[in-house]
């Protein structure tokens, strides 16, 4: 029994590197899933505002906070308002390959 005495401790610092990445990861994919949330939102804004003959990009970029205006895409085509945010991330390669897109139409148009 002397033998097992911090046998815990030790299988506890074994395993928390993999805890600390399993946690970044899941927070990194609940940042991607409230990206694309608050992309459909800022589309619809924008088709909102087209439809009532307003500006759709600034629309869009009312709609969205201020954290997410850097990493902004706004494309108004056709009575089609499509939004590209990029996910906020600690790693600038990764969130390069985080984008997320949304788009809302206008009827008839």
């Not at 401790?9 to 590197?17: I, Q």
């Not at 993999?18 to 694309?36: C, F, H, K, P, R």
């Amino acid at each position: 029994m002397r033998g097992e005495r911090g046998q815990a401790s030790v299988e506890l610092m074994g395993a928390l590197p993999a805890l600390v990445l399993l946690g970044l990861v899941m927070l990194q994919l609940l940042a991607v899933g409230y990206a694309a949330v608050l992309a459909g939102g800022a589309a619809e804004a924008g088709a909102l505002a087209l439809a009532a003959g307003g500006d759709a990009s600034g629309a869009a970029r009312i709609a969205l906070p201020g954290w997410s205006q850097d990493h902004l895409r706004v494309d108004v085509e056709r009575g089609r308002v499509a939004v590209t945010l990029r996910a906020p991330s600690p790693l600038a390669a990764l969130a390069e390959r985080l984008e997320v897109s949304a788009s809302a139409a206008v009827a008839g148009s």
